[in-house]
C-alpha cells in the first residue's frame, strides 16, 4: 500500500508539472507572436515615416521663395535708376539760374537791342525783372514794414515782386505828369506780349490817343496783326498755350525758349496785379 500511495503523489506531481509546462508555453507563444510583434512594429514606426515627409516638403517651399524675393529685389533695384534719370532732366530746366538764363535769352530774341530797355519799355522791364537791385529791395521792404502798406503787401513775394512794384510805381508817376505817354506804353506792352515787334510799336510823340477816331485804330490793329504773322512762334510771349507757342520740343525736354514764355505769363499776370 505505501507503494500505491507513492506512485499516486508522483502520478499528481508529474500532472501539475505538464500542467505548469503547457502554461509556460502558452504565454511563451503569446509573447513571441510575431504578428503582434509586427503590428506593434507598424504602430511605432508609421509616424516616424510621416514626419520626415512633413519636414522635406517646408524645407522646398523655402528653397522655392528665396530665389523668388531675390528677383523681385533686382528688379527694384534695376528700375530706381532709371526713375531718377527720368525725373533729372526737366528738374534742371527750373532752377533759378536756369529760369533767369531762359528770360536774358528771351530778352535779346524780342527786344530791340540798345533801344528797348527797362527804362524806356514795359515789356522790357518785365523781362528784365529778375534783376533786382539792392535799392530796390531796400525799398520794398521799408514799404511792407509800414503800418498803412497797401493791401497787396499781404500776398505771397516772388522773386520779381520787388521790382514789379518798383515798376508799377514809376508807371502811376508817368500817368499823372503825361497820361497819353503812359497809357501807350501799356498798349506797347499788350501788343508786344502777343507778338507785335519793335516796329508795331505807337510812338507817343505822334500819336495822341483822345485825338485817333476809328479809322485811325483799324490802320493800328491792322498793322499789329501784320507783325504778328511774322512773329516767330519762340518770341510770342502771352498766347493761349500755357506752355508757350513754341511749346516742349519732340525729344520731351524743355528748351529755353519755353521756360522764357511760361515764365513771363507769371511775371505778366503780378504786374497787372499791382
Not at 232 to 242: Q, Y
Request: contains cysteine.
Amino acid at each position: 500500500p505505501e507503494e500505491d500511495g507513492d506512485d499516486d503523489e508522483e502520478e499528481e506531481e508529474e500532472e501539475e508539472a505538464e500542467e505548469s509546462s503547457s502554461d509556460s508555453d502558452d504565454d511563451d507563444d503569446e509573447a513571441y507572436n510575431p504578428t503582434s510583434r509586427k503590428s506593434s512594429r507598424i504602430t511605432k514606426s508609421s509616424p516616424r515615416k510621416v514626419s520626415p515627409l512633413k519636414t522635406s516638403t517646408k524645407k522646398k517651399t523655402q528653397v522655392m521663395m528665396k530665389p523668388s524675393t531675390t528677383n523681385s529685389s533686382n528688379k527694384r533695384a534695376a528700375a530706381k535708376p532709371k526713375s531718377k534719370a527720368k525725373s533729372r532732366t526737366p528738374a534742371t530746366s527750373l532752377t533759378k539760374r536756369g529760369i533767369q538764363t531762359a528770360l536774358a535769352s528771351l530778352s535779346r530774341k524780342v527786344l530791340e537791342p540798345e533801344i528797348e530797355t527797362p527804362e524806356t519799355s514795359l515789356v522790357a522791364a518785365l523781362l528784365h525783372s529778375y534783376k533786382v537791385t539792392p535799392q530796390v529791395v531796400e525799398q520794398s521792404k521799408r514799404r511792407r514794414t509800414k503800418k498803412d502798406s497797401t493791401p497787396h503787401s499781404s500776398k505771397k513775394m516772388t522773386p520779381y515782386t520787388p521790382q514789379l512794384e518798383y515798376v508799377a510805381r514809376q508807371f502811376v508817376t508817368e500817368h499823372v505828369e503825361n497820361p497819353n505817354k503812359a497809357q501807350i506804353q501799356l498798349l506797347n506792352l499788350l501788343f508786344r506780349s502777343v507778338g507785335g515787334s519793335f516796329s508795331s510799336n505807337l510812338n507817343a510823340d505822334e500819336v495822341i490817343l483822345d485825338d485817333m477816331d476809328n479809322d485811325q485804330w483799324g490802320d493800328v490793329i491792322t498793322t499789329i496783326v501784320d507783325e504778328m504773322r511774322h512773329t516767330p512762334i519762340d518770341c510770342v510771349l502771352v498766347c493761349a498755350d500755357p506752355m508757350g507757342a513754341a511749346g516742349p520740343s519732340s525729344t520731351g525736354t524743355t528748351g529755353n525758349a519755353s521756360v522764357g514764355v511760361r515764365e513771363y505769363r507769371h511775371i505778366y499776370q503780378e504786374f497787372w496785379q499791382k
